[in-house]
């Protein structure tokens, strides 16, 4: 596995913009527009929302954020390998990162929404490897065939 070096990103690089409109694109490619919940980088440079870059010798293997919920909890959005990096801890590196970050925070629990169509399935296992179940829909989200909400007790 790669070493990647994860840190805060600023959303101006090309490569990560190209990262998020591919990551926007893919969702629109296998859910309604209405069951597409990822963020477009104007939305993830909002207070409360902290988003990491995961690069290996330079290149942009990831990415991904952590927004704040009310009280002591987190959503993760717009988690995202690039493809060239897919399956080779990517996703991993970007994951650990935001979890820290939720511990630091004081964060009692994160949750996620993520698709719930096949080409998901690597994320579902990603994240329950990492002791994630599934959970009732939280915030505005709904459960069904393009949607599944995830969550993790950190506290």
């Known amino acids: 596995m790669a070493g990647f070096v994860v840190a805060p990103d600023d959303l101006t690089g090309e490569d990560v913009l190209a990262l998020l409109s591919l990551h926007l694109e893919r969702m629109h490619k296998w859910s309604p527009a209405d069951k597409v919940h990822a963020l477009p980088p104007e939305k993830l440079r909002v207070p409360g929302v902290s988003f990491f870059a995961a690069r290996a010798s330079g290149e942009l293997a990831g990415v991904g954020a952590l927004k704040a919920l009310a ?59 990492h002791g994630f179940r599934e959970c009732p829909p939280f915030g505005d989200y709904v459960s069904d065939d393009f949607s599944l909400c995830m969550r993790l007790e950190l506290g």
């Open 71 to 129: 009280g002591a909890s987190g959503e993760i959005k717009s988690m995202r390998a690039a493809d060239a990096w897919r399956g080779r801890g990517a996703g991993k590196a970007i994951l650990l990162a935001l979890l820290t970050e939720a511990q630091a925070r004081g964060y009692l629990w994160v949750a996620l929404e993520t698709g719930g169509h096949p080409e998901s399935e690597a994320a579902h296992l990603l994240y329950a490897a």
